[in-house]
């Protein structure tokens, strides 16, 4: 019965419903976020839709209601009062009725946020003398004495744009994001009894100490409290808590300690409910509940960041809070949907840039398991003393019992004032550490954008280095390119506390006066691991599995005689792999030369995951059947106790192919003094004599236009002397810029220069042979009966380059689609190999505009360990099988953004490439990120096979 009993009190106490009705009772006035919201009378002074009253939806952006002017803060950057600011303002009129039983409440009004000066009327009578200035804030009225219970009253908003606080225009609107205006989270009534709980200022340690102070809404006489914790199930755990004020006051604390509680860690988000009542003698006045987590963080100088006993790295993202339709309104949906993403990234960290987030957002953190930096507003600039002392106390009294929350960042990249660092422990029971991003600050030195050396420099000093900013991911740049370079450093260093990527979505708005087209503000807010509507680049797969918890350390390569023992890292600091799952796959693929391409499962299984606690390495055994090798891959899969994949690996071996088959019928050759031309079958190929180039092929009579192949491409970074050393003196943006060449002198076309040609027939083929001077030194065609060509080809160069292969030009305008067997579906560069797997993928044409479309995966790009592709035209299909694997396959020249801050490279049609380029992000250049990223030396003879095929 007593079970029973507290499971019913727990019900109770949880949903808000009470016996005695002694709970707080919430009055929306607005919605409660996107796609829920309430109709307001709304006028706006300027811009779009002005100077006469109509309607707007609230909570909600105005811009995005088709009122006022868009606006991107860094345009007037430190300008406190710039001519030609968007500067309107919003006025905003709603009618609503109170309950008459509210007659004995205390009421209060509550703004979740409003951007950004907001005075507030009801029925005609201010709340407050002052408006309250910062936008990102929850801040509160209590207005009973203005109330007509039972009748209706009248609601009267202000909102103003732009501050007339200098300090905050400075920290909010001047930033590189866009400033929007108006009432963007929700406004709600609370309604309290005359002696009510407040807030409340927990603390719950790993090793079950708790402690709260319980802030009472004015100054009492003789009053009790108790708190009463429960777990996930609703069971009761240990006694309930009391303490009192004995005489006058308006604070409340009580401790004590509780035994065998679960410990809150981003991977075991273990959650307590803690119900607090506030009590005259017996009699209940007001009770709340809380949700705890019992855990413990310390930064231990020169040492690490520790949570529970624990030393940890932060695999974080820096967050906007935003949405294209909605600016920065969003509901509970796009929050949760957000930290889910996250976390399937295998990130364990978030930080809040640059304004605390909605309190569904840290809802979904405490739940899902995320640790959270949350980040007073300031951008550069900073609030003044006075405006900011009021902001911290809104910020820290809203979040500070989420357990998620670890850190507290005052402002961002100059924007801190440090006269406001020691006021987030004045409302903090915790005492959180306080960052300064960008500054070293606490024993933690958190600079912004270092390249891969001067990281290694970072690592020399006393402090711990963990970068709040880093690898700006600039279009399809900067997170994943370099990155597994970085992270190497990051998890091996002993002074390491890891790092935040730069940032998690584009921040594309989708423009009401534009038709909802996407604006990134060009280069600005295009710098997401995910598109506006979170849409999945490459580098969120090359995250994931470089942060993957569980790693399988084996080559991608079996030998012969593999016994199934794959050698295993933990990586995950609370959880033993046991708790995962193992699953593997052996997988064979079929040919479009053997028939229509497919993926064929052979076998498939389950293994008990070993037992490999945090930070240390095992073995995991895969019972393989005999016939293994006749497979083409095996695939080994993890995912964790709740069922998601951490990672699939593949792994591959020798294994002998045969392409070309007993052949029989008829091929003919002629020549011509321009050409050679081979008839076999239906297929007719030109091979020019002038040069050894294909120039025609016709298929069933209709021309393919395949040609000018093989032709070598080799280029360099504009800004790369021969040495591959960059040259200082060149301009800036050579950088960005792949220049082709043709030998050791620049000046001489010596690469393709002809010696001589022959054709003759062997074996019912017709064999073409030229011979090159220069760079490109041989090429051999052999073309069966039925119409398959075997292209051998020769080249050396000995040198640094960027680039290099060959290739033949195909309009782009005739391409449909490709399907290859290789891995995929995201392209690669040299220095963002990982996040692809192995199998057969297929996507139509496209040619997106980085940071205005957001189609992927790219058509175009270069696709590693290719077996064969298959290319849809409007003309017919071309079919390329690779013999070496060890070779890329180039697709066109993957596209740069507008205004090409990444780069600009030769467009090389369709290509087979031993050296591809390294991407950059905005802020460092390709050979300032990581070994991965240095330029290739080629040496010796290159000999190279790929085979071609055509049909209709």
């Known amino acids: 019965m007593s079970k029973f009993i507290n499971k019913l009190f727990y019900f109770l106490v949880v949903t808000g419903f009470s016996v005695m009705a002694q709970n707080t009772e919430i009055q ?15 006028k706006i002074s300027d811009g779009r839709k002005s100077g006469e009253w109509s309607t707007i939806n609230v909570p909600s952006v105005w811009e995005q209601e088709g009122f006022g002017k868009y606006q991107y803060g860094i345009r007037f950057y430190g300008k406190p009062f710039p001519e030609g600011i968007a500067d309107e303002v919003g006025e905003y009129k709603y009618k609503f009725t109170v309950p008459k039983s509210w007659e004995n409440k205390r009421v209060k009004i509550v ?23 910062g936008a990102f804030y929850r801040f509160k009225y209590e207005i009973t004495d203005l109330l007509k219970f039972g009748k209706e009253n009248v609601l009267d908003v202000t909102v103003s744009k732009e501050s007339k606080n ?213 951008w550069h600039g900073h609030y003044d003393d006075a405006v900011g002392k009021k902001l911290v106390k809104e910020m820290v009294t809203r979040d500070l019992n989420h357990p998620s929350i670890i850190f507290w960042s005052n402002g961002n990249e100059g924007g801190w004032n440090t006269n406001l660092d020691n006021q987030f422990d004045i409302w903090d029971l915790q005492k959180r550490p306080v960052l300064h991003p960008q500054q070293e600050h606490n024993g933690v030195e958190t600079m912004h954008y270092r390249s891969y050396g001067e990281t290694l420099e970072y690592f020399r000093d006393d402090n711990i280095f963990m970068p709040t900013e880093y690898l700006h991911g600039l279009y399809d740049g900067g997170h994943g390119a370099g990155f597994d370079d970085y992270w190497e450093v990051m998890r091996k260093h002993p002074r390491s506390g890891g790092g935040y990527l730069w940032v998690f979505a584009d921040e594309g708005i989708a423009r009401t006066d534009q038709d909802g087209k996407i604006d990134n503000q060009g280069n600005y807010g295009a710098d997401g691991i995910v598109g506006p509507h979170h849409e999945k680049e490459g580098s969120f797969f090359t995250v994931k599995e470089v942060w993957s918890p569980i790693m399988i350390m084996n080559p991608s390569k079996l030998e012969k005689d593999f016994n199934g023992v794959f050698k295993i890292e933990n990586r995950y600091d609370f959880t033993n792999t046991e708790r995962c799952k193992f699953e593997w796959e052996l997988v064979k693929f079929i040919s479009p030369l053997k028939g229509k391409s497919d993926r064929k499962a052979i076998s498939k299984g389950t293994v008990k995951a070993p037992s490999i606690s945090p930070h240390s390495k095992g073995e995991l055994n895969i019972n393989l059947p005999n016939n293994w090798q006749d497979a083409d891959v095996l695939y080994v899969k993890v995912t964790n106790e709740n069922g998601h994949e951490l990672w699939t690996w593949d792994y591959t071996w020798d294994k002998p192919t045969e392409i070309k088959q007993t052949v029989l019928g008829t091929i003919d050759l002629k020549e011509t003094a321009e050409s050679f031309t081979v008839t076999a079958n239906k ?7 002038a040069s050894g180039k294909l120039v025609e092929v016709q298929q069933d009579g209709k021309i393919i236009s395949l040609a000018n192949g093989p032709k070598i491409m080799m280029a360099r970074r ?64 052999t073309i069966d009966a039925d119409g398959l ?89 071309i079919y390329i099988e690779n013999v070496d694997t060890n070779t890329y396959l180039g697709v066109y020249a993957p596209r740069d953004g507008r205004d090409a801050l990444l780069y600009t490279i030769p467009n090389t049609g369709i290509a087979v490439l031993d050296v591809i380029p390294p991407a950059r992000n905005k802020v460092n250049a390709t050979d300032l990120i990581g070994p991965s990223s240095q330029p290739k030396w080629l040496n010796g003879l290159q000999k190279r096979s790929i085979y071609l095929k055509f049909s209709k």
């Not at 607005?30 to 919201?37: E, H, I, L, N, P």
């Not at 400033?179 to 989270?185: A, T, V």
């Not at 297929?683 to 004599?689: A, L, Q, Y």
Request: aromatic share 12%; net charge negative; glycine share 10%.
């Open 28 to 42: 929306y006035l607005s919605g409660t976020g996107y796609q829920d919201t309430k109709v307001w009378e709304f």
């Open 111 to 133: 703004f979740d946020g409003s951007m950004t000066d907001t005075k507030v009327r009801i029925n005609g009578r201010s709340t407050s003398d002052d408006e309250h200035q």
């Open 166 to 378: 200098a300090s905050v225009n400075l920290a909010e609107r001047r930033a590189d994001y866009w400033n929007f205006g108006g009432i963007f989270r929700p406004v709600f009534l609370e309604a309290l009894p005359a002696s009510h709980i407040d807030y409340t200022s927990l603390r719950a340690e790993a090793d079950g100490t708790f402690e709260a102070n319980i802030f009472l809404g004015n100054g009492a006489l003789n009053l009790r409290a108790e708190a009463t914790v429960f777990d996930e199930k609703g069971n009761k755990i240990g006694e309930t808590l009391q303490g009192f004020i004995i005489g006058g006051g308006d604070k409340i604390h009580l401790s004590g300690n509780f035994k065998n509680v679960k410990q809150w860690t981003a991977e075991t988000p273990n959650l307590y409910k803690v119900g607090i009542k506030l009590f005259k003698d017996k009699t209940l006045l007001h009770e709340i509940t809380e949700t705890i987590g019992f855990r413990t963080i310390e930064i231990r100088k020169g040492d690490g960041i520790y949570v529970n006993g624990q030393r940890v790295l932060m695999k974080g993202v820096n967050r906007h809070s935003f949405w294209p339709e909605s600016g920065r309104t969003l509901n509970k949906e796009l929050n949760y949907a957000d930290v889910r993403l996250i976390k399937e990234m295998n990130m364990n960290a978030v930080r809040l840039s640059h304004y605390p987030p909605d309190p569904d957002f840290l809802k979904a953190c405490d739940e899902l398991g995320l640790y959270v930096m949350d980040e007073l507003g300031g």
């Open 683 to 689: 297929t007719i190929v030109k091979i020019d004599k």
């Open 718 to 781: 504009g800004d790369r002397t021969l040495d591959g050393t960059v040259n200082p003196e060149f301009l800036k943006g050579e950088d960005r810029i792949y220049k082709e060449f043709s030998c050791w002198d620049e000046e001489v076309n010596c690469s393709e220069n002809l010696l001589n040609i022959s054709a003759k027939k062997v074996n019912g083929s017709v064999i073409i042979e030229a011979n090159y001077h220069g760079i490109l030194q041989k090429v051999v065609w």
């Open 789 to 877: 060509i075997q292209l051998d080809y020769e080249y050396e160069y000995n040198g640094v380059v960027d680039l290099a292969g060959v290739y033949f030009e195909y309009p782009e305008d005739k391409m449909q689609s490709k399907k290859w067997l290789g891995d995929g579906p995201y392209r690669v560069w040299q220095n963002r190999l990982k996040g692809t797997t192995l199998g057969i993928w297929e996507n139509d044409y496209n040619d997106p505009i980085p940071g205005e479309s957001f189609n992927y995966p790219e058509f175009k790009g270069y696709f590693n360990n290719w077996k064969w592709a298959e290319f849809k035209t409007a003309e017919g299909e």
